[in-house]
């Protein structure tokens, strides 16, 4: 039994490393993360970003050691992770329903939600909102130090380096997403 929890675990290791690696190739290819000119790299003839690949595989590895040291660091950074993937479904969300309001077109897509989208997405943005206050909070009504949720600390310094990195450098390289690229053969 313990065998194919075993397998399922590096299964999604792999999956995960394969998707991470992908996201911040991508966001290396359009300048907008430091060492992007090194991490952009894609390896003739093996057609994937290896420096990628190995910089998440790093992360992950480096990121799975915490939990030996300390049980609140790594509940601090899977809430952090929430916290994260839920920042940007609010700012997305929120995009759509600003350009929706004031007629600013919306760029194409397959398919669209029509007259309804616009409250789709104020019900989406009511029902991610209270998800993210919430998942500040700490873990147990007596807060101590190791009851405590750090993931608001952690979110504000990585919103803090964000921005002062966009605002030294960033702004000035980043263009946004690329929507073509042309392979080097």
């Not at 194409?108 to 909070?137: D, E, Q, T």
Request: aromatic share 12%.
């Amino acid at each position: 039994m313990v065998a194919v929890v075993i397998i399922l675990l590096v299964s999604c290791c792999f999956s995960e490393v394969a998707t991470a690696s992908r996201q911040l190739w991508s966001f290396a290819r359009d300048r907008g993360f430091p060492g992007s000119e090194w991490l952009e790299h894609v390896q003739p003839g093996w057609n994937i970003p290896l420096r990628a690949v190995i910089v998440s595989f790093f992360v992950v590895a480096l990121l799975s050691l915490i939990n030996i040291g300390s049980t609140t660091a790594l509940r601090s950074i899977s809430s952090l992770g929430a916290v994260a993937i839920l920042s940007s479904y609010l700012v997305t969300i929120s995009t759509l329903i600003w350009r929706r309001l004031y007629g600013a077109p919306l760029p194409p897509r397959r398919w669209s939600l029509g007259k309804y989208g616009l409250a789709i997405n104020i019900v989406a943005v009511c029902f991610v909102l209270p998800m993210f206050v919430f998942a500040f909070f700490p873990l147990a009504k007596a807060v101590t130090r190791e009851t405590l949720n750090y993931a608001c600390v952690m979110f504000v310094g990585v919103l803090a380096i964000a921005i002062v990195y966009y605002l030294v450098k960033g702004r000035y390289v980043y263009d946004g997403p690329v929507a073509l690229i042309k392979r080097d053969e």
